[in-house]
């Protein structure tokens, strides 16, 4: 059994995405997601949607500017089950894990990319830096981890129920908002790009469709920005905002390097383009030399 | 006021590891005293002054503890422990040697303990905090002198005050270190090292493998494979990339 363990905290914006719930399920049979929450009324219909069986923790007076309280409560909550807890790896996200596993005397488990369930033990693997290894670790018993893993969202129905959780009105810490907090394609996980190679603005609905059911935020290149297919907050490289994603589609773009500098350090490239040479196949992981259109098209029937 | 600090190495080379076939080579030679540590312990010296003290702590082992501590020494502490037989980069078994270190530190009256933040390190801090019963604070990019922190988060920071005994994990931003002069280099190679072994059952140990899913680079062709699409997507699954 496992949780995966989120905040909804209205008055900030470090929530966590539903690619990761969906990524997270892929490897969990038998998985519940905790929410601890000031709104859960809003979240039903959300979670409704989520295909994991979700409890809404709710609280007017909970706010994740206070770990120390956050920690507690989960630590009540789940001191006497025997579970793996999941986080996301963001930075709230391991600072909650540390302090839970800190209070269940358990080992925590961080930044994992990789997860294969046993029959015994989940084997976890981290990416070390830039190097060519992995650190292997297997958790036998109880134990704590964060995940940067992505899945694919399916909107299938789900058991949603709410509880209470009693929270002091205590607040430790203000919070303050980065300048740039608004641009949701800073904090995405996964980006789906659109260049030139698109057509036109309607080239961009299907983008859009596709980075709906990846939970995946758009961005484009200054060619699309300049020309008002999409607003200049979308766009990437050296004249508008650096991108590290997890997994970055890019879809009929050349690769100019000043678009590039601003996405080149994403953990993985997928980019498609009509033609062989363009230097963005040079970065990719994995790439289709074909219209973009139609790729977009196919990939949103497939996934 | 009396500081304990933890430092520790910090992988920026690559070629820390290389690998053949399925083997894994290590080269401790290429590992150093990681920014964040070097900003935890001009911090400890700064906040200690001329009346207090820092007293360093790692969990490396061998040559890299070693190196460390005598680049930490450098800065301005005044004594330097190695905690022998754990890996500070094994999460696995992080707790176990949190739980020994704590024990170790517990009766000798720190008011602070600090730790630098490193990508990649098994997380200790918290496990510190919770065994001693210290205050947390972590992520810290800033500390005035009146003990206001800053607290990083992915899109905001968390403002408040540390009371101490505190813990706190510190950013490499926090504070420009000074470059350690020349005597003082040298006068640290010469310091000595206490060893105090952690003796730990080590079972749960993590090991080091080689990834097998790394950068594929692979193109189709969407004119000769008709089916391109689906090939992307199953090879995206296999990778663990799209679930
Ligand atoms: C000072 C300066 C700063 C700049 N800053 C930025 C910046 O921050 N960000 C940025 O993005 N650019 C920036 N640029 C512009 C940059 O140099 C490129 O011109 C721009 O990135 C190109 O965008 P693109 O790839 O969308 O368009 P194009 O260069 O027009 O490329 C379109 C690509 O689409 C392909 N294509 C065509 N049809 C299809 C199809 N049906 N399916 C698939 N592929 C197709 C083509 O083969 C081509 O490779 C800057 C330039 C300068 C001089």
């Given at each position: 059994?496992?949780?995966?363990?989120?905040?909804?905290?209205?008055?900030?914006?470090?929530?966590?995405?539903?690619?990761?719930?969906?990524?997270?399920?892929?490897?969990?049979?038998?998985?519940?997601?905790?929410?601890?929450?000031?709104?859960?009324?809003?979240?039903?219909?959300?979670?409704?949607?989520?295909?994991?069986?979700?409890?809404?923790?709710?609280?007017?007076?909970?706010?994740?500017?206070?770990?120390?309280?956050?920690?507690?409560?989960?630590?009540?909550?789940?001191?006497?089950?025997?579970?793996?807890?999941?986080?996301?790896?963001?930075?709230?996200?391991?600072?909650?894990?540390?302090?839970?596993?800190?209070?269940?005397?358990?080992?925590?488990?961080?930044?994992?990319?990789?997860?294969?369930?046993?029959?015994?033990?989940?084997?976890?693997?981290?990416?070390?830096?830039?190097?060519?290894?992995?650190?292997?670790?297997?958790?036998?018993?109880?134990?704590?981890?964060?995940?940067?893993?992505?899945?694919?969202?399916?909107?299938?129905?789900?058991?949603?129920?709410?509880?209470?959780?009693?929270?002091?009105?205590?607040?430790?810490?203000?919070?303050?908002?980065?300048?740039?907090?608004?641009?949701?394609?800073?904090?995405?996980?996964?980006?789906?790009?659109?260049?030139?190679?698109?057509?036109?603005?309607?080239?961009?609905?299907?983008?859009?469709?596709?980075?709906?059911?990846?939970?995946?935020?758009?961005?484009?290149?200054?060619?699309?920005?300049?020309?008002?297919?999409?607003?200049?907050?979308?766009?990437?490289?050296?004249?508008?905002?650096?991108?590290?994603?997890?997994?970055?589609?890019?879809?009929?773009?050349?690769?100019?390097?000043?678009?590039?500098?601003?996405?080149?350090?994403?953990?993985?490239?997928?980019?498609?383009?009509?033609?062989?040479?363009?230097?963005?196949?040079?970065?990719?992981?994995?790439?289709?030399?074909?219209?973009?259109?139609?790729?977009?098209?196919?990939?949103?029937?497939?996934? | 006021?009396?500081?304990?600090?933890?430092?520790?190495?910090?992988?920026?080379?690559?070629?820390?590891?290389?690998?053949?076939?399925?083997?894994?080579?290590?080269?401790?030679?290429?590992?150093?005293?990681?920014?964040?540590?070097?900003?935890?312990?001009?911090?400890?010296?700064?906040?200690?002054?001329?009346n207090g003290q820092v007293d360093l702590f790692t969990l490396e082992q061998g040559e890299v503890g070693v190196r460390v501590l005598h680049e930490a020494l450098a800065m301005g502490a005044a004594s330097?422990?190695?905690?022998?037989?754990?890996?500070?980069?094994?999460?696995?078994?992080?707790?176990?040697?949190?739980?020994?270190?704590?024990?170790?530190?517990?009766?000798?009256?720190?008011?602070?303990?600090?730790?630098?933040?490193?990508?990649?390190?098994?997380?200790?801090?918290?496990?510190?905090?919770?065994?001693?019963?210290?205050?947390?604070?972590?992520?810290?990019?800033?500390?005035?002198?009146?003990?206001?922190?800053?607290?990083?988060?992915?899109?905001?920071?968390?403002?408040?005050?540390?009371?101490?005994?505190?813990?706190?994990?510190?950013?490499?931003?926090?504070?420009?270190?000074?470059?350690?002069?020349?005597?003082?280099?040298?006068?640290?190679?010469?310091?000595?090292?206490?060893?105090?072994?952690?003796?730990?059952?080590?079972?749960?140990?993590?090991?080091?493998?080689?990834?097998?899913?790394?950068?594929?680079?692979?193109?189709?062709?969407?004119?000769?494979?008709?089916?391109?699409?689906?090939?992307?997507?199953?090879?995206?699954?296999?990778?663990?990339?799209?679930?």
């Amino acid at each position: 059994m496992a949780y995966f363990i989120q905040f909804e905290d209205k008055s900030l914006g470090e929530n966590t995405s539903l690619a990761t719930l969906a990524g997270v399920k892929a490897n969990f049979s038998s998985l519940t997601n905790i929410v601890l929450t000031n709104h859960a009324s809003d979240l039903h219909d959300k979670y409704a949607n989520s295909g994991v069986k979700t409890v809404l923790y709710q609280d007017e007076n909970f706010t994740v500017r206070d770990l120390a309280q956050t920690a507690e409560f989960l630590f009540n909550l789940l001191k006497n089950s025997n579970d793996t807890y999941i986080f996301e790896d963001s930075k709230l996200g391991n600072l909650v894990a540390a302090r839970l596993a800190a209070k269940l005397a358990v080992p925590f488990i961080p930044s994992i990319s990789n997860i294969k369930v046993g029959p015994n033990s989940v084997s976890l693997s981290r990416e070390i830096d830039s190097t060519k290894v992995v650190r292997l670790s297997h958790l036998k018993g109880k134990g704590v981890i964060s995940v940067a893993i992505n899945g694919v969202v399916e909107k299938a129905k789900a058991e949603v129920s709410e509880k209470p959780m009693t929270i002091s009105a205590e607040e430790p810490a203000t919070y303050v908002e980065k300048r740039d907090a608004g641009n949701d394609l800073l904090f995405a996980k996964t980006v789906v790009a659109g260049g030139k190679g698109l057509q036109d603005a309607e080239g961009f609905k299907p983008l859009e469709q596709l980075a709906d059911k990846l939970d995946a935020s758009v961005g484009a290149t200054k060619a699309v920005t300049d020309v008002g297919w999409l607003p200049v907050s979308r766009m990437i490289g050296i004249s508008g905002v650096s991108v590290k994603p997890d997994i970055f589609y890019s879809f009929g773009i050349a690769g100019a390097v000043q678009h590039t500098t601003g996405m080149d350090q994403s953990k993985h490239i997928i980019a498609v383009n009509t033609d062989p040479t363009a230097p963005i196949f040079k970065l990719a992981d994995y790439g289709i030399v074909g219209d973009a259109n139609q790729v977009i098209d196919q990939l949103i029937n497939l996934v | 006021m009396k500081i304990a600090t933890i430092v520790k190495s910090e992988l920026t080379d690559p070629k820390t590891y290389t690998t053949h076939r399925t083997k894994v080579f290590y080269h401790p030679e290429k590992l150093f005293l990681s920014d964040s540590d070097k900003a935890a312990v001009e911090l400890a010296v700064k906040i200690a002054g001329n009346n207090g003290q820092v007293d360093l702590f790692t969990l490396e082992q061998g040559e890299v503890g070693v190196r460390v501590l005598h680049e930490a020494l450098a800065m301005g502490a005044a004594s330097a422990t190695e905690f022998v037989g754990s890996d500070p980069n094994d999460p696995a078994n992080a707790y176990l040697a949190a739980e020994k270190v704590s024990e170790y530190l517990k009766d000798q009256g720190y008011d602070l303990i600090l730790v630098g933040d490193v990508v990649g390190s098994a997380p200790i801090a918290a496990y510190l905090a919770e065994n001693l019963g210290f205050n947390l604070y972590e992520n810290v990019t800033r500390l005035s002198p009146n003990w206001e922190y800053e607290t990083e988060l992915d899109r905001g920071q968390l403002k408040g005050k540390v009371q101490t005994p505190a813990v706190l994990t510190v950013e490499a931003n926090a504070i420009e270190p000074e470059l350690p002069s020349f005597p003082a280099l040298e006068a640290a190679q010469k310091q000595t090292i206490k060893s105090v072994a952690l003796n730990l059952d080590t079972e749960e140990a993590s090991e080091v493998v080689v990834n097998q899913t790394q950068h594929p680079h692979v193109i189709w062709n969407l004119d000769e494979e008709p089916d391109a699409v689906e090939k992307l997507v199953a090879a995206l699954r296999q990778d663990g990339i799209m679930k």
